[in-house]
């Protein structure tokens, strides 16, 4: 089973399906509304692409907060009040997966073209990319997988919920 973890919170248990899924089950305060909008749409979008949302605590393996199991085709949190950044970050993971869909369900790839403009995008975005590294270093990540954790922390830090849901609208609904 390949994971695509994001560390930060510990583990919690609770067990709900994408379809009955109510985005205030989402940390951040509804008066928030620039995180907020769009997790609705995102959270259909995420549905109609196949993914499946659950909060069982005893998938995760460690600080993660959630984790993208690409060979389930579901995002698992790892506490009961997941927040928005955590959604999109492995929401971004499904877009990785799905860019591979039509060829190779076991591969993920960076959503940006590789090298050059993907590393500007993760430089452009504001995150901490050498602490990140450095973190997914110590787990015993390989290169391309930090990567791929790179882009989804810049995506989810660059992004809104609904650029997100329609690129995976646009990106991954086709390719089933």
């Known amino acids: ?3 695509s973890l994001l560390m930060i919170s ?9 379809i009955c899924l109510p985005f205030s089950v989402f940390a951040e305060q509804q008066s928030n509304s620039q995180n907020y909008d769009g997790i609705d749409y995102l959270l259909k979008s995420l549905n109609k692409a ?9 998938e995760c393996y460690g600080h993660e907060e959630g984790a993208y199991i690409k060979d389930q085709r579901k995002i ?13 970050h492995e ?8 860019k591979m869909w039509k060829y190779d369900d ?18 452009t975005s504001g ?5 990140i590294s450095e973190t997914y270093k110590k787990l015993g990540a390989d290169p391309s997988a930090i990567l791929l954790e790179l882009e989804a922390e810049a995506a989810s830090a660059s992004y809104s919920s609904k650029q997100i849901a329609d690129l995976i609208t646009n990106n991954c609904l086709a390719k089933q």
């Not at 510990?10 to 994408?18: D, N, R």
């Not at 076991?106 to 430089?123: G, Q, V």
Request: net charge negative; aromatic share 10%; hydrophobic share 45%.
């Open 106 to 123: 076991t591969l993920t790839s960076s959503f940006h073209s590789w090298k050059e403009p993907l590393l500007a995008f993760i430089k």
């Open 10 to 18: 510990p583990l919690m248990t609770a067990l709900l399906s994408l």
């Open 50 to 58: 196949g993914i499946t949302i659950s909060f069982d605590g005893s």
């Open 76 to 88: 698992i949190f790892c506490e009961p009040k997941p927040t928005f950044h955590a959604l999109k």
């Open 127 to 131: 995150i901490d990319s050498a602490e």
């Open 1 to 3: 089973m390949e994971v």
């Open 91 to 98: 929401s971004w993971h499904v877009l990785q997966h799905c």
